[in-house]
């Protein structure tokens, strides 16, 4: 409950979403790396409780940025499809990469996406030059 108050009070015109997305994902990425990699019940247990602020945090900025880049409403629909296709074939690819490589391994892959995430997201949030056409 606390990271979508902290998101929407942060969003009011105190944090960019470029800010928030450059503090989430890395964080994201981190506490998967903690919670596949750590050696001590407290760094996982830091990982674990980090992981859902993170995620929740970033999702009103994500949003925001979507609703900006497209009003039809069809991107807000796959997002939240693609939320949905994640949560349901997820523990079965993070379960099947588990028993083939380890936990380590998983902790890498976490952090792997999660950097693919943080490019993908600067370049959505990538401020738009305007074109000029040359005459001629």
Known sequence: LLAPLVSGFLSAGRMSARTAIL?????????????????????FSAGVLLQP??????????LGT??????????IGASSAF????SAI?????????DK?????????????AALILIMSL?????RRAYSQSPG
Do not use: E, N
Not at 83 to 86: D, K
Not at 123 to 127: D, E, K, Q, T
């Open 90 to 98: 997820g523990p079965s690819v993070g379960g099947l990469i588990m």
């Open 123 to 127: 370049v959505l949030i990538a401020p």
């Open 53 to 62: 602020f993170s995620v929740m945090f970033v999702i009103p900025f994500y």
């Open 23 to 43: 503090l989430s994902v890395p964080l994201f990425g981190l506490c998967i790396f903690l919670i596949a990699s750590s050696g001590t019940k407290l760094l």
């Open 101 to 113: 490589a380890g936990l380590p391994v998983l902790g890498i892959v976490g952090a792997l996406t």
């Open 83 to 86: 939320l949905m296709v994640g």
């Open 66 to 75: 979507i609703v900006k880049q497209d009003q039809s409403g069809r991107a």
